[in-house]
């Protein structure tokens, strides 16, 4: 018997490294316990899966902390955001429930049925969505305790045209996108990622997705944890929806590494 590969990954940086890569949608893994309580045919949870992961970021992150001249973190997600998505909030706070997409699909990206509408949520939250949280306040924990700081870059995609579940799709679409927050995003790291990324088609702000993600026990308490969204319009680095990746990627893996060295020091 074969242990199951793990749900998440933490991949160890330089122990001066303020910097967590966090990439969280990247994967297409749909472990088989879960995949049962799908009620999309196989074809159809392909299609869902193109639209709905982040290809290539995982990647992206990879080839940006190899080049960093001091190597960040990586905080990896190894299973899809079908499983449960590990930036919403698990209650009613989540705006993204009134489309069926809060810790836990009930529904697709175009609002279609993905789980049953008696489906019991609570196992995944508990298997999959708590432990993923506390690995992540650990490891901010820790760049904290040993830093005296945390940066976290959250590594996401999005596409060129809006998908229907998108509750704010209606307003610009950058080449990249910063999500911020006023608490947590602190105008030297704004600055620093609009100056990294402006050769990769210009930045926008916290247009179609806004926000950052930081661990609940820090979130809106602890300034000293510094957090900033990325998120790259999909047609800038690969084929829609869910393609191979083209020559983008490459200039993109240049634009981060630049922002992890500018916010390393």
């Known amino acids: ?13 330089a122990a001066r490294s303020p910097v967590i890569l966090h990439v969280p949608h990247s994967s297409r893994t749909v472990p088989a316990g879960v995949r049962s309580g799908i009620v999309l045919g196989d074809a159809a949870l392909e299609r869902e899966l193109d639209h709905m992961t982040d290809a290539h970021t995982a990647e ?8 960093a001249v001091r190597t960040p973190w990586r905080f990896v997600n190894r299973t899809s955001r079908l ?15 009134a489309v069926g997409m809060g810790a836990v699909y009930t529904h697709t990206s175009h609002r279609e049925v993905l789980r049953p509408a008696d489906t019991d949520l609570r196992p995944l939250v508990e298997r999959y969505f708590r432990p993923y949280a506390r690995a992540m306040t650990e490891a901010v924990a820790d760049r904290l305790a040993a830093t005296g700081r945390a940066v976290i870059v959250d590594v996401h995609s999005y596409p060129a045209e809006a998908l229907p579940y998108e509750l704010h ?3 610009p679409r950058p080449a990249v996108c910063l ?11 704004l600055a620093a990622a609009r100056a990294a990324f402006e050769p990769c088609g210009g930045t926008g702000l916290d247009s179609p997705f806004g926000g950052v ?3 609940l ?13 990325v998120e790259i319009r999909r047609d800038t680095y690969m084929s829609e929806p869910g393609g191979p990746a083209g020559p983008g990627l490459s200039r993109l ?4 590494t630049a922002l992890v060295d500018a916010v390393s020091d």
């Open 1 to 13: 018997m074969t242990d199951a590969p793990p749900a998440f990954e933490l991949l160890p940086g």
């Open 60 to 67: 992206l992150a990879e080839l940006a902390s190899a080049r």
């Open 83 to 97: 499983v449960v998505d590990p930036e919403r909030f698990p209650d009613e706070r989540e705006q993204m429930t």
């Open 169 to 171: 799709g209606g307003g």
């Open 179 to 189: 999500g911020t927050d006023a608490l947590h995003t602190p105008p030297g790291l």
């Open 213 to 215: 993600y930081v661990p």
């Open 217 to 229: 026990d820090f979130h809106g308490r602890r300034p000293e944890v510094h957090a900033l969204m």
């Open 253 to 256: 893996a240049a634009a981060l």
